[in-house]
């Protein structure tokens, strides 16, 4: 075996670049080196064989170092960061508010020990620790700060508060509520804020003080285990509650002043309201309500309809302002602030017209982020819009995975629980696999075509006489065609795990519904939605709306189209969260690493998929209060056996069984046999399972049944697996699977040691 001392020379040698003998001749360089070697070689000393006869051959050790000099371990801070956000939103009970920090503080102590005495093994697993410590204290500390009281029960209520956003919702609407009192509830129990919903519209504007009466709940928990958590986003938002309004708003005089803050929310959702409603009226139909969204983030007047023709075609990302518009916006001011000064040879001699323009960009970005609501979308691709438009500023690359991982660092620590929504993990996997295709295809291409391109090359190329206008439009358009297909292919790939984990869906049609669309999108709907905001100030806005309905109908249209071909949208059963894990991880050990090294992240991928539908789906699921179960019967297929569990919990069910009927489908409810006291249903084995709605079933059905769900309190002794109100109370939502045994396995929202904010 070669020692470790040595591997690092011998995989010098073995390269013959001139580089290489030159940095083993430096003295100090060679120090270095073989420090790293040294490095190297312990970790040999651990692999496998094959990894040691790598190390011996000197491959792997070159690549390793290739890898530090070009400083990509940088891009694995993030990373870190973010899985230590991970581990605090798994844990069971809320964390001591000392830990993180205090390992955080030991680590990076250890870390700069370890570094000056070149123990990097050590430095490097210290860094790692800091990480996860980062990350974890930047959530605990954020959960911790924005603190407010949660409404404890349902309850009927009658309050005084401001509207500080009126959202059209299709004929009615979703006010949130700045709540100044609530009757029977003291100061410091009193929610901050609540968001409820009206049958009909709304007239008030947001900065109104308001009386009214609501019927409230605390903020919901998941419909299933692993299901998307509403309570946790609340508790993030301020959000205390949610219910309904039970009449219409009164307007109230003032009683004071109001607070600043709302005082600002409640102008800038005023002024998106004008604009969705100029925008809406201009273009008419679904047309102008998907053109408002685009521009003010208002998606309250988009039917369900054409937000499943999106989806089916794989382009609902386009009415969620995201990257997509932030860059197309941002970019487009950028241009025409450079376009403006071209028109004058002496300001750009004499001004930093480039810099300038950067500028005009960055204040366009924080105005349309601004005025779109700043929801967390929308926030997380301005920062990454700066950082782009800073690093021109300061003469550096703009597009650079440096410039990702800045951007992911600064958005973990000022807004941690994004992170394990779709919204974060879907846009930075994207981004991170489109730039990483910039690093490989664009910027080493080039450099390869400009090194064996040689002075009389490039003689010959200046006089030989330009292409014809058409071959030059067909190069154009081919070009560009690869590059959108390219682009399109690797934003999907690295965005599907992240798609089949949240909402169990597959859109194989979605390459093709981008490249139709994009470009649409690209050349004619966000330019005109920026000259139309220019415009509009002027009243000269109408024909520009217009010109942005045809394109945004245009879209409609082909969605509809690609929405319309078979197998658009398929639909899987809910994937294992640890392995999508093991196939994100490969996919980010692809994109990050630079040399052969990055192709050992291929087998995770393979095996995160390999492995996502492995488990078992789960037999029986129950709402958090018990009133309401679906269970699979004897077809094979979930049936209600009970009263409806809403839409919205039977939605979330039947996704994760891979189920394609629509909460309305009556085959739901047709297995079970129901009377005034119970239901009885067979699940997929035969046995009779019962939901027992009234004390007096009792007797009877726990002698037949294998299992009783109910939301009452079962009596004593009855000899079937009984979940009843007092189980509910401590477990929450379940998802029940049938053992070998014939017995019942069951996975709970909570556990009697939960003690999260938000589950409390």
């Not at 059209?168 to 509520?177: C, E, M, P, Y």
């Not at 009909?200 to 009214?212: E, F, H, K, N, P």
């Not at 970019?331 to 017209?353: C, D, E, K, Q, Y």
């Not at 007797?699 to 049944?705: I, K, P």
Request: proline letters at 5%; a positive charge; charged letters at 15%.
């Amino acid at each position: 075996m070669v020692e470790p001392a040595r591997a690092a020379p011998l995989a010098l040698k073995s390269t013959g670049r001139k580089g290489a003998e030159a940095m083993a001749d430096n003295g100090a360089q060679a120090g270095r080196l073989g420090a790293r070697a040294a490095w190297a070689g312990r970790a040999a000393l651990l692999a496998p064989r094959w990894a040691a006869e790598a190390f011996r051959e000197g491959w792997l050790a070159r690549a390793l170092l290739m890898e530090r000099e070009a400083r990509r371990p940088f891009l694995f801070l993030p990373v870190g960061m973010i899985s230590g956000v991970l581990l605090f939103f798994a844990a069971e009970r809320e964390p001591s508010w000392w830990a993180a920090p205090s390992l955080f503080t030991l680590a990076i102590g250890a870390a700069v020990a370890a570094w000056r005495r070149h123990l990097m093994g050590l430095t490097i697993t210290a860094i790692a620790i800091a990480c996860l410590a980062a990350g974890f204290s930047a959530a605990a500390f954020k959960a911790r700060w924005v603190a407010a009281p949660v409404l404890d029960k349902a309850q009927g209520v009658k309050g005084i508060g401001v509207i500080l956003q009126n959202d059209r919702r299709g004929s009615g609407a979703r006010l949130l509520i700045g709540v100044e009192s609530l009757t029977g509830r003291s100061a410091d129990a009193t929610p901050a804020r609540v968001r409820v919903t009206a049958r009909s519209a709304v007239t008030l504007q947001a900065g109104t003080r308001i009386a009214w009466s609501a019927y409230l709940l605390p903020p919901p928990q998941p419909s299933r285990p692993g299901g998307y958590d509403f309570a946790r986003d609340a508790w993030f938002a301020g959000i205390g509650a949610v219910g309904s309004l039970q009449g219409q708003p009164m307007a109230v005089k003032d009683q004071g002043g109001i607070d600043w803050k709302w005082r600002l929310l409640a102008a800038i959702d005023r002024a998106r309201n004008d604009v969705t409603d100029r925008i809406a009226s201009a273009i008419g139909g679904q047309a102008g309500e998907v053109a408002a969204a685009l521009i003010t983030g208002k998606r309250g007047g988009i039917t369900d309809e054409t937000n499943d023709v999106l989806r089916a075609a794989g382009i609902y990302h386009v009415v969620s302002i995201s990257g997509l518009h932030m860059v197309l916006a941002a970019g487009m001011v950028f241009f025409i602030v450079r376009a403006l000064f071209a028109l004058s040879p002496a300001a750009l001699l004499a001004l930093p017209v480039k810099a300038i323009a950067a500028v005009a960009a960055l204040l366009a970005a924080i105005a349309y982020d601004v005025f779109a609501g700043s929801e967390i979308a929308t926030e997380r691709s301005l920062v990454m819009t700066l950082i782009v438009f800073g690093a021109i500023l300061v003469h550096r690359r703009a597009i650079s995975m440096r410039n990702l991982a800045l951007a992911a660092i600064l958005l973990v620590l000022m807004e941690p629980e994004t992170v394990v929504g779709p919204s974060f993990q879907m846009s930075f996997c994207a981004v991170m696999g489109l730039v990483a295709l910039y690093e490989r295809a664009g910027i080493a291409s080039a450099a390869q075509e400009g090194a064996a391109f040689t002075q009389l090359e490039l003689a010959t190329a200046r006089e030989r006489p330009p292409s014809g206008l058409l071959s030059r439009a067909i190069s154009w358009t081919a070009k560009h065609a690869k590059a959108l297909i390219l682009t399109t292919l690797i934003a999907e790939l690295t965005t599907g795990p992240f798609g089949l984990y949240h909402f169990q869906q597959i859109q194989p049609l979605g390459l093709l519904g981008n490249a139709l669309v994009l470009p649409l999108i690209s050349a004619v709907v966000m330019p005109a939605a920026l000259i139309g905001m220019i415009a509009l100030p002027f009243g000269l806005d109408a024909p520009v709306w217009w010109a942005m309905g045809w394109g945004v109908e245009a879209m409609l249209m082909m969605a509809r189209w690609v929405a319309a071909i078979p197998f658009a949208v398929i639909a899987v059963p809910a994937p294992a969260g640890w392995a999508i894990l093991i196939a994100v991880m490969g996919l980010i050990w692809v994109a990050l690493w630079q040399s052969v090294i990055r192709y050992a992240g291929i087998p995770l991928i393979a095996l995160g998929f390999a492995l996502a539908w492995t488990g078992p789906r789960a037999d029986l699921y129950v709402t958090a209060d018990g009133k309401a179960a679906a269970l699979r019967g004897t077809d094979g297929r979930l049936a209600l056996v009970g009263p409806s569990p809403g839409r919205f919990s039977l939605e979330q069910w039947l996704r994760a069984d891979g189920d394609t009927r629509r909460p309305d489908d009556p085959s739901l409810k047709a297995e079970a046999s129901c009377d005034k006291t119970a239901c009885i249903l067979y699940d997929s084995r035969g046995s009779p399972v019962s939901f027992i709605k009234q004390m007096s079933a009792f007797e009877e059905d726990c002698a037949r049944a294998s299992l009783i769900l109910t939301p009452l309190r079962a009596p004593v002794g009855c000899v079937a697996t009984v979940l009843d109100a007092p189980h509910f109370t401590q477990s929450g939502a379940i998802a029940a699977y049938r053992t070998t045994a014939g017995g019942w396995r069951i996975e709970s929202v909570r556990t009697p040691s939960t003690d999260r904010y938000w589950r409390r």
